[in-house]
């Protein structure tokens, strides 16, 4: 057999973003690189394009959250799709009371602005079903209104932020539990053009300028979990590294009493 001869049966591992319970229909988002993802870009870019594909999975296992109060997510890039499924599913159990979480941060680091239309239908669709039924929304998908919980701390630059500490919260719609952190080196303007440190959009969303200080943000969460802590990284080398570094440097006591919740 020629080499070669088997090369129109490729397999790419692509990720579900959104998949829906009830129904069969589901979305890949795919990065396009060289080869097979680059010419499939190409096929798209003239609009709507009508592919058949075989689809075959899923592969691995996933991870049960459902038993950690506070859920600790870091992603960067294309990575934010390695987390969007647990963040459906754990405010899917949350309303229907089948989850310890009560607290979900998730802080994304993005290699330009234009990956944040990656995922915004998809993660403002999961901001709205953790919303109580009486919060105001805004319908415009890149800007979400907040939902009464009190803000983290966000200082007055990107090296004095600190969403790991989460304030008791309040208000009407005080029962959501996600907050979002989106960091990136493109620039951030206010409703006046300006361009600014950070920008909330609503009191769950922050677009921050500069790179998550990752220690900081886990030291923080340490002093402010709810019940037991897990830390998921989908990210590249070094923000991995660094997660790895902060966890294996945190005392044996404070590790004890992280089991023992």
């Known amino acids: 057999m020629r080499p070669g001869f088997f090369s129109i049966l490729q397999r790419h591992p692509f990720m579900v973003a959104d998949k829906e319970s009830e129904d069969h ?37 996933g991870f049960d959250l459902r038993d950690f109060g506070t ?5 960067s890039g294309i990575g934010i799709v390695g987390h969007l499924a647990y963040v459906q599913k754990l405010v899917r159990d949350y309303r229907q009371s089948k989850t310890k979480t009560r607290d979900l941060l998730l802080v994304w680091h993005v290699d330009n ?19 109580l039924p009486a919060a105001a929304m805004r319908q415009d998908t890149r800007a979400l209104f907040g939902s009464g919980k009190m803000d983290r701390y966000l200082g007055d630059s990107s090296n004095n932020e600190s969403p ?11 029962s959501v539990i996600i907050d979002v952190y989106i960091y990136g080196d493109y620039e951030i303007l206010d409703e006046a053009g300006h361009a600014v440190p950070y920008k909330r959009a609503g009191s769950r969303i922050a677009e921050v300028k500069g790179k998550p200080d990752v220690q900081q943000i886990i030291n923080d969460v340490l002093e402010t979990r709810v019940g037991r802590l897990v830390i998921c990284v989908c990210a590249h080398r ?20 992280l089991l023992a919740n």
């Open 113 to 131: 602005k234009y990956q944040l239309d990656l995922v915004w239908e998809v993660m403002n669709n999961i901001l709205r079903r953790d919303d």
């Open 164 to 174: 790991g500490i989460r304030p008791a919260p309040h208000g009407e719609n005080a």
């Open 25 to 61: 229909d589901f979305q890949l988002r795919i990065q396009p690189r060289a080869g097979f993802t680059n010419r499939l870009l190409a096929r798209t870019l003239g609009g709507t394009t009508e592919l058949s594909a075989f689809i075959e999975g899923p592969y691995g296992h």
């Open 238 to 257: 070094q923000m991995r590294q660094q997660a790895r570094e902060v966890i294996a440097h945190t005392s044996h006591t404070q590790k004890k009493k």
């Open 71 to 75: 859920v600790v997510l870091f992603a």
